[in-house]
């Protein structure tokens, strides 16, 4: 029996939703491509130490041993991966990469939940200004368009913000720690406890209304102007300024909000992140931001970079419905009308070439897929 | 566009008898749950909101899913099945206490590996983790007072409200673990795609609930 089941977590792809995806992985390929993107395919399996900077969070790698007993796994991430191979090979920085692939995630048993997810992304690497993000955000503002009828919106946030916050509450580092991750698991019982240690201070106003510092941009900048945030917080606020300004003036339809009471996609985040999600959707679209530390994990020089992936199975179940495909014609031929039937093939639009061995296979074949058989063995072409 | 409809995954038994009329308190139409015959599901023709009873593990699930927006579980559900989404209120009924119980003739410091019954096998490891044991547990669905009774494990890993079933099973308390309530849990995405109908909500819960530890204060 086992050799008909498939391992939990996983699926087969076929039918219409494969079409999708194919479709939609040739669309972001293309965007990729015409943007100067160069294309970067790294193994599905790596060794573990690659993930050492990585939060699997609630999810497990997949292990294995090679024959020297060192553990591999396969992907969770495709970022590092990038990474390691831009540290082994000295490519000349900057440069832009973008990939496609597959990457791996093991989710709580029997809760519903794929392990194999298909991920596309950019990773703009050697480039310390703002341009980088602003070209990330343009793809997304783009392909979302592209990809799919519901309305997406960008949510950007900043990776330090709340660090900078408590560290000017306190310098014990365990408390925090237990504060911000109250904050950012929105655990709200205990984060009202925690805070409470802090009733003096100037900053109590602000801290009471953290958790729900999320929204349209203009009202979250009227709350961080009205509260007595320290110094270090300033640059983070004058940059998501700047790029709220960049998106209403470059793409004036696209719905921009503000975060600042959640955490990093990933603890490698450094400086401006960016989420995008619509209404339909069950998860992030895409996400992405600044990892300027992520090279300083494979060597000693580090490199300022962006990146984002985007969710391509998620994109695949919210996007526009194709048109119902037209009738097939299926072209019965004899062996010796080959290039004929490939001439024909080359010309019409949803066609196949019928492999039955005899005409009567053929009209079944074409029954079956509810087609429009052509007979070239009695001159019927239509051509 | 028409008003989006928030689906609330309410603990069914008695986190729903608990929570019904704290919801109607806070202006949410329950008479359709109130005469719920055997249905499940609630769609609500005068209000926004849609509601489910589930199981307290299933509406973890649910929320994970984004098949419900909003989950009104117990906090220890919520801790044992790992849930990540956001939990915004104590709805401050549903109390009671996780403990360490046994027998009287249990000794929690004899040198041994001990055995542990529980329903609740992550918080029971976290716990003996705290104090540095390795112990074993043994997963028991139902009348968690019987292990130690029957000589299946050493000890219980348990919630008790009063101590009630306990004492007539003859077991006492060793330890006390963390408390228990009941929490208001959102799904991560949700919040932000619902944000003013979730606040709404639950600012109108918690004005209930603060009202209530008003007048426990008082009395």
């Not at chain 1, 109250?182 to 019982?189: G, R, S, T």
């Not at chain 1, 209304?209 to 320290?230: C, D």
């Not at chain 2, 008003?3 to 329950?30: F, M």
Request: proline share 5%.
């Amino acid at each position: 029996m086992l050799n008909k089941l498939l391992p939990l977590g996983t699926r087969d792809e076929f039918g219409q939703r494969a079409a999708t995806k194919q479709q939609l992985i040739s669309v972001i390929q293309a965007h990729f491509k015409q943007r100067g993107l160069a294309a970067i395919a790294t193994p599905l399996l790596e060794n573990q130490a690659v993930f050492a900077p990585y939060q699997i969070g609630n999810y497990q790698y997949y292990r294995l041993l090679d024959t020297e007993g060192q553990t591999l796994v396969l992907r969770p991430d495709m970022t590092l991966p990038i990474a390691r191979f831009l540290s082994a090979t000295k490519v000349p920085l900057p440069q832009k990469f973008s990939y496609v692939g597959d990457i791996f995630r093991v989710s709580r048993r029997l809760s519903g939940s794929y392990n194999q997810m298909t991920q596309a992304g950019v990773e703009l690497i050697g480039y310390p200004s703002l341009k980088a993000e602003l070209e990330c955000l343009a793809i997304a503002n783009q392909l979302s368009a592209e990809l799919i009828d519901d309305a997406v919106e960008i949510e950007l946030g900043d990776a330090q913000f709340a660090q900078q916050v408590v560290a000017s509450l306190t310098n014990d580092q365990a408390q925090q720690a237990a504060i911000k991750q109250a904050l950012f698991n929105k655990q709200i019982p205990q984060y009202t406890a925690l805070i409470e240690a802090f009733e003096h201070e100037p900053l109590m106003a602000f801290l009471k209304k953290w958790p729900r510092l999320f929204g349209q941009p203009a009202l979250i900048f009227e709350q961080l102007r009205a509260a007595p945030l320290p110094a270090s917080v300033q640059p983070a606020i004058k940059r998501l300024q700047t790029v709220v300004a960049w998106m209403a003036q470059t793409m004036p339809n696209q719905a921009v909000s503000v975060d600042l009471s959640s955490q990093a996609p990933q603890k490698y985040y450094t400086g401006l992140t960016f989420r995008g999600y619509s209404q339909a959707g069950a998860g992030y679209l895409f996400s992405g931001g600044r990892y300027d530390q992520l090279l300083a994990n494979f060597q000693a020089k580090s490199e300022p970079a962006v990146g984002m992936g985007l969710d391509v199975d998620l994109l695949t179940a919210l996007a526009s419905s194709p048109e119902p495909l037209a009738p097939q014609q299926l072209i019965y031929f004899e062996p010796a009308q080959w290039p004929r039937a490939e001439a024909l093939l080359a010309r019409t639009a949803q066609a196949q070439l019928s492999l039955a061995p005899n005409k009567q296979a053929a009209r079944s074949e074409a029954r079956q897929l509810g087609a429009t058989l052509i007979d070239l063995t009695e001159g019927d072409e239509n051509e | 566009m028409s008003e989006p409809r928030l689906k609330i995954a309410l603990t069914k038994g008695r986190v729903e008898k608990q929570v019904v009329p704290l919801l109607e308190r806070a202006g949410l139409d329950c008479d359709l749950i109130r005469h719920k015959q055997r249905r499940l599901i609630f769609d609500s023709e005068t209000q926004p909101y849609e509601f489910i009873l589930a199981k307290g593990p299933d509406v973890t699930t649910f929320l994970e899913r984004g098949a419900a927006d909003v989950g009104i579980v117990g906090s220890d559900i919520l801790v044992e099945h790992r849930s990540t989404q956001y939990e915004l209120l104590d709805l401050g009924v549903g109390r009671c206490q996780f403990i360490l119980a046994s027998t009287a003739d249990f000794d929690p410091a004899a040198p041994k590996r001990k055995i542990i019954g529980t329903k609740y096998p992550l918080i029971t490891k976290r716990y003996f983790d705290r104090l540095g044991q390795d112990v074993e547990i043994i997963k028991i669905e139902g009348s968690v007072e019987l292990a130690p009774l029957t000589g299946l494990a050493d000890a219980i890993v348990d919630i008790t409200e009063t101590g009630t079933t306990l004492r007539e099973n003859h077991l006492q308390i060793y330890d006390y673990l963390q408390p228990v309530s009941t929490r208001l849990v959102v799904n991560r995405l949700a919040l932000k795609q619902h944000q003013t109908a979730i606040y709404e909500l639950v600012d109108r819960l918690a004005a209930v609930v603060a009202a209530d530890e008003k007048r426990e204060i008082r009395q």
